[in-house]
Every structure is written in C-alpha cells, then in structure tokens.
C-alpha cells in the first residue's frame, strides 16, 4: 500500500477555497485516493475518491495530477463546520484496508 | 436511510476485564470493517468480515477477535483489557467485500476507558 504525505496542519479563510494537497508518489496502478475527514472525536466522514480522472461531488472536488504522484482536495467554500483533521488515502483494490496517516488539521477562520 | 450504528458509546471498563462492541451496518451492506484510534498510534485497521467469515486482519494481538452475523452486523471482543487499549473504536461498513475498493462509511465510535 502506497504511504500518503501531507502538511500537518494548514489555515483557511471563511468563504475561501481550501486546497489540501497530498503526495503519493510510490501509488500503483490499482490504488484509489480516496479523501475522510475526522471532526472532533467522531467517526470519519467520507469525502470522495478517485483513480485517475478528476472528481466532483456536493462536498468537495478531487485533483490528481496526470502522473498520479499527488492529489489535491477543493472545498470550495470552506464553513467553519469544515474545521476537521484530513486524511489522503491511497487503497489498494486488492487489501481494502484503509490505512490513515496523521492527516492534516484545516482551521477555517472567521 | 439509516448510517452505521456502534453501541454502545461509553464505555468504561477495569483492567483484566473483557468488553464486547457492537456495530450494525447500513442496511445491504455486507462488509464490516473494525479500526482502533489513540492518540499515539492514530487509526488502525483491526479486521474485517465478510459474509460472516474474517478477510483481513491487522497486527492486533489475539486478545482482539470479532465476528459477523448472518444479518451482516458485527460484533468485537477484547479479553483481558489493559490500560493500552483505552480507544476509540470505529466500525465501517461497505456493500462488498475491501478488495473491490467499495467506499466505507463509519458509526460514530465506541469510546472504550480501561481504568
């Protein structure tokens, strides 16, 4: 399984787009990235995934770079709801096993 | 339609004691998948069943065990608890079996004290 990279912590504006970068330059082929984010003491919440293409949903969009080396997470308009450690994901298709990292803690602030 | 569910949410046990978690999946969700997070050692995969049989598992010790039930929900013991184990215990469900990379959704944690 591919270890992820990202910043420990990052700060946001209210109302401004938050871009959390992740590197994951050893990925292969059949890794997926996939995107959870943790808000205080309560269990992951699914943000969105993808393998190649860029993604989007109602929550954020995903970039990975045409290598597959390195991904970023859009929140467009990040709420101080987002406040939340952040974690960058490659799974393999053949364990499934979601292994975390540290993540990144965004502070959205007023 | 209703999330992943664990009971229960507090729980506080003393050393040697053992302990049994609770995790009902979403509803056609046959996949149940168990983690542990400390603030030392962060999240980390336990195990995980399928079709009531174990697929994968973590390096956990054996005092950690699980099953699943026909109805797909899940169950995790702890035998002889130690202070070490004090954690969040986080289930996650998805429609099939990991390999399939099949999106997991997490309950809210079990948060287990061993005093």
């Known amino acids: 399984d591919a270890k992820t990279t990202q910043p420990t912590s990052m700060d946001c504006a209210e109302g401004r787009a938050a871009n959390l970068p992740c590197n994951h330059s050893?990925?292969?082929?059949?890794?997926?990235v996939y995107w959870y984010r943790q808000i205080h003491s309560q269990g992951p919440q699914y943000i969105i995934h993808?393998?190649?293409n860029n993604e989007t949903n109602e929550m954020a969009s995903l970039i990975i770079t045409e290598d597959r080396k390195s991904s970023t997470l859009i929140l467009p308009h990040a709420t101080l709801r987002d406040t939340a450690v952040y974690y960058c994901i490659a799974l393999s298709s053949n364990t499934g096993k979601l292994i975390f990292g540290q993540g990144t803690t965004l502070q959205v602030k007023p | 339609k209703a999330g992943v569910t664990q009971t229960p949410r507090y729980l506080i046990k003393t050393r040697g004691q053992q302990v049994t978690l609770s995790c009902s999946p979403i509803s056609g969700h046959r996949s149940v998948s168990w983690y542990q997070q400390t603030p030392g050692q962060g999240l980390q995969f336990l195990f995980e069943?399928?079709?009531?049989?174990?697929?994968n598992k973590g390096n956990f010790p054996g005092r950690f065990s699980g099953r699943q039930f026909s109805n797909s929900r899940s169950e995790m013991n702890v035998s002889t608890l130690e202070l070490g184990d004090s954690a969040l215990y986080l289930c996650?469900?998805?429609?099939?079996?990991?390999?399939?990379?099949?999106?997991?959704?997490f309950g809210p944690g079990t948060r287990l004290t061993v005093l």
């Open positions: 996650a469900s998805s429609r099939q079996y990991s390999s399939s990379a099949d999106t997991q959704y």
């Open positions: 050893t990925i292969s082929g059949n890794e997926y």
């Open positions: 069943y399928f079709s009531e049989t174990q697929r």
């Open positions: 993808g393998l190649k």
